[in-house]
């Protein structure tokens, strides 16, 4: 089975909302609450789940979205009120996964294990904080070879995407290097970052109608669902 990729890939780097699990849906939402309450108070227009999570929100660690978003309303509000967004954003982010679980898109799971027994190693990289959480939710928790996540980047110093910081972490704990490895985002920031690190390859999906956006951001080929690069 055919992964789509250049021969020199031998790692995979996975970003997990929106592009293994359906969680971007949930944190979409949970950012228009919290983002709705606050911008009720100030008389401004509200948070919409698609393009402005998409351009300000998705894929960055929770205080860099909240101070991006805010900052394109030219909002300014002292690092205590950018913090306590953040903190309801994530208690109503655990609740809606708590209530409702959490769905896997098939496509990427079948990639995931074509990847697997071509001998690929694979690592998650996410900003969340609840990466392992949402992992053992998804019955994913066995599937990876490194994980580098919210909890990883701010005990080692990291940047967030869209810098590169943390796939090049994972690629270090992989052993390869950069361009050895291909990035899987459906994220901006996240298909950025990919680019900036010098990877190997950038594999954009577009759950949004953004193939161009993705495209202008450095992916190098984008499809709609990782199933599409499958052949035998």
């Given amino acids: 089975m055919s992964l789509g990729l250049p021969s020199e890939i031998q790692a995979g780097l996975f970003d997990l909302d929106g592009v293994i699990t359906r969680t971007a849906e949930i944190h979409a939402l949970a950012w228009k609450e919290v983002f709705d309450e606050f911008l009720t108070t100030k008389g401004q227009p509200l948070f919409d789940p698609i393009h402005d999570y998409d351009q300000y929100?998705?894929?960055?660690?929770?205080?860099?979205?909240?101070?991006?978003?805010?900052?394109?309303?030219?909002?300014?509000?002292?690092?205590?009120?950018?913090?306590?967004?953040?903190?309801?954003?994530?208690?109503?982010?655990?609740?809606?996964?708590?209530?409702?679980?959490?769905?896997?898109?098939?496509?990427?799971?079948?990639?995931?294990?074509?990847?697997?027994?071509?001998?690929?190693?694979?690592?998650?990289?996410?900003?969340?904080?609840?990466?392992?959480?949402?992992?053992?939710?998804?019955?994913?928790?066995?599937?990876f070879d490194a994980q580098v996540d919210g909890i990883v980047a701010e005990r080692e110093h990291l940047a967030g995407k869209p810098a590169p910081d943390t796939y090049l972490m994972a690629a270090r704990l992989l052993n390869v290097e950069p361009k050895q490895a291909a990035v899987y985002e459906d994220a901006?920031?996240?298909?950025?970052?990919?680019?900036?690190?010098?990877?190997?390859?950038?594999?954009?999906?577009?759950?949004?109608?953004?193939?161009?956006?993705?495209?202008?951001?450095?992916?190098?080929?984008?499809?709609?669902?990782?199933?599409?690069?499958?052949?035998?």
């Fill in 57 to 143: 929100v998705d894929g960055k660690p929770r205080e860099d979205g909240v101070r991006d978003f805010l900052a394109s309303r030219q909002i300014t509000v002292p690092d205590e009120t950018i913090e306590e967004i953040a903190s309801r954003k994530d208690s109503l982010f655990l609740d809606l996964i708590h209530h409702d679980g959490v769905q896997t898109y098939d496509g990427s799971i079948r990639y995931l294990h074509a990847a697997q027994a071509a001998g690929l190693k694979l690592a998650v990289v996410s900003s969340s904080r609840h990466t392992t959480e949402v992992l053992t939710a998804g019955r994913l928790d066995r599937t």
């Fill in 188 to 232: 901006l920031a996240g298909v950025q970052a990919g680019r900036a690190g010098g990877f190997g390859f950038v594999v954009g999906i577009d759950r949004a109608g953004q193939a161009d956006a993705l495209y202008a951001h450095g992916a190098d080929v984008v499809v709609k669902d990782l199933a599409e690069l499958l052949t035998e």
